[in-house]
């Protein structure tokens, strides 16, 4: 009996599941699926260009490998690309690649430069009248890869931004477009490839810039009559980072100049960084032809992280200050700022400087007695929606499931401990905690506490599991 190409992919990714850490199996195979087997060639599909490169470069001996074991030494694989997910059919634009063997290799076009930096162009950074030899790349210092967190909220965007650093414009990702809410480190990130670019390529032109900066630079040069100088100032960079550039809507003029700059830019293989709050499809108020450029390259978002990587944040601002703060402190204000990485920050700054002004010691009570203006609803009353979360959370388990039929051990497990703190900790009778998991009735809420109860006094690892659970709800 033939194998399917299901059945092929799922024998190769064993054996790969058993050569590489988990993280990284999780965040490059989970993704891919198999499309078809034609005689001894598998076809693959990875979700965006940027998947195919990653493999191709760092895993491509172990794919030849594991597809040769399967399928013989005639064995070949082929990818299928996932180039525009936005297709109004309801299927995705695709392109098929083969796996070379030899790590992806982007293909650029070269083209001049229509007019030298070193030419007298005038610098909208510098303030008129005065000299400046060299264009200042207006990047924070400290926004550097060393700085920045890596987490599974942000890892996609943080592997691309180190392949666009190690090699600009080189790579298929152009436009690299970093997207996510309000204070999930975007610009942080973005920087930080402008200034890992200039470290190891000094004579590399770079410029970060705001959309809002540029749009004013516009105005001005309109006003001034200097548009040209302003075109060929951006045109000379080989690195241009424009953040938040959804402040482009309804600015149909400045759209448009960026349009060309853009297209100079990507033409002559120099590399572009975008960051946005928005996915290039839900943008609203830009021009089409300037959001399908946009769609060119990666799209990589930033997600809120979760409570380890918050706490690995606040930990790095602490040896970066030279500071030590209890663990409870941590993982106090880790665990009640969950959604912005500027809020968690400026939360424990708050925190320095009310223990230093009042010259006090930096415990828990004094914690939940400075943050209340940071962490909304400090004293709130534990409820068995939130019981339900946090251990579904801790478990890594779907919250629908532990209110279904199902009888899965890991389901089962988060389901009891959570009827288990939901009596412990609310006023709820049996009967209601019952109905709230999925209408069970009060005996087999009885039967769940003193099964959680059993295994507390007999499995040291499930006390563990109960003991951490019931220390983060004291945090709450």
């Not at 299901?6 to 499309?35: G, M, Y």
């Not at 478990?395 to 389901?415: G, H, L, N, W, Y």
Request: charge should be positive; proline fraction near 4%; hydrophobic fraction near 35%.
């Amino acid at each position: 009996m033939e194998k399917t190409c299901t059945e092929v992919w799922k024998n190769c990714l064993q054996i790969i599941k058993d050569n590489i850490p988990s993280q990284s199996f999780k965040t490059w195979f989970e993704p891919i699926t198999a499309l078809k087997l034609e005689g001894k060639v598998l076809t693959i599909q990875v979700p965006s260009l940027f998947f195919y490169e990653w493999l191709e470069e760092h895993y491509v001996g172990l794919l030849r490998k594991t597809v040769k074991k399967q399928l013989g030494e005639d064995g070949r694989l082929e990818y299928n690309i996932v180039v525009d997910k936005s297709s109004n059919s309801g299927n995705p634009y695709t392109t098929n690649m083969p796996s070379n063997g030899n790590g992806a290799e982007a293909k650029v076009q070269s083209m001049p430069i229509p007019v030298s930096i070193n030419k007298d162009i005038k610098n909208p950074f510098i303030i008129p009248g005065l000299k400046k030899l060299n264009v200042d790349p207006q990047l924070n210092a400290n926004y550097t890869f060393e700085n920045y967190i890596e987490g599974d909220c942000n890892r996609l965007a943080r592997s691309a931004g180190y392949a666009v650093a190690a090699k600009p414009g080189g790579t298929s990702f152009n436009p690299l477009m970093i997207y996510g809410g309000v204070g999930l480190g975007k610009t942080h990130l973005a920087q930080a490839i402008g200034n890992e670019i200039k470290r190891s390529m000094p004579d590399k032109l770079v410029i970060y810039v705001s959309c809002e900066k540029f749009c004013q630079q516009f105005v001005d040069s309109l006003k001034n009559n200097t548009i040209n100088d302003f075109v060929n100032f951006y045109q000379a960079m080989d690195v241009i980072i424009m953040d938040d550039v959804h402040n482009f809507a309804g600015k149909e003029k400045t759209q448009d100049i960026f349009f060309h700059i853009f297209n100079h830019l990507h033409q002559s293989g120099k590399q572009v960084i975008l960051t946005s709050d928005k996915a290039p499809k839900d943008l609203a108020g830009l021009e089409e032809r300037l959001l399908s450029r946009f769609k060119w390259g990666l799209s990589a978002d930033l997600q809120i992280p979760d409570l380890e990587t918050r706490i690995a944040i606040l930990r790095k601002k602490m040896y970066a200050d030279g500071i030590e703060l209890p663990g409870e402190v941590v993982e106090y204000v880790a665990h009640n700022i969950d959604n912005n990485v500027r809020e968690l920050e400026g939360a424990m700054v708050s925190l320095l400087a009310q223990a230093t002004l009042n010259k006090k010691e930096i415990d828990l009570a004094l914690a939940k007695q400075m943050l209340k203006n940071f962490i909304k609803n400090t004293s709130k009353e534990i409820s068995m929606e939130y019981i339900q979360k946090l251990v579904c959370e801790y478990f890594e388990v779907p919250v629908d499931m532990v209110k279904s039929q199902t009888r899965k051990r890991e389901i089962v497990q988060a389901r009891q401990i959570s009827m288990y703190l939901s009596k412990s900790h609310t006023k709820s009778s049996l009967k209601t905690i019952g109905a709230f998991f999925g209408g069970r009735d009060h005996s087999t809420v009885i039967y769940a506490c003193q099964t959680v109860e059993d295994l507390i006094d007999t499995d040291k690892k499930f006390k563990a599991y109960v003991h951490d659970i019931q220390k983060k709800l004291k945090m709450s």
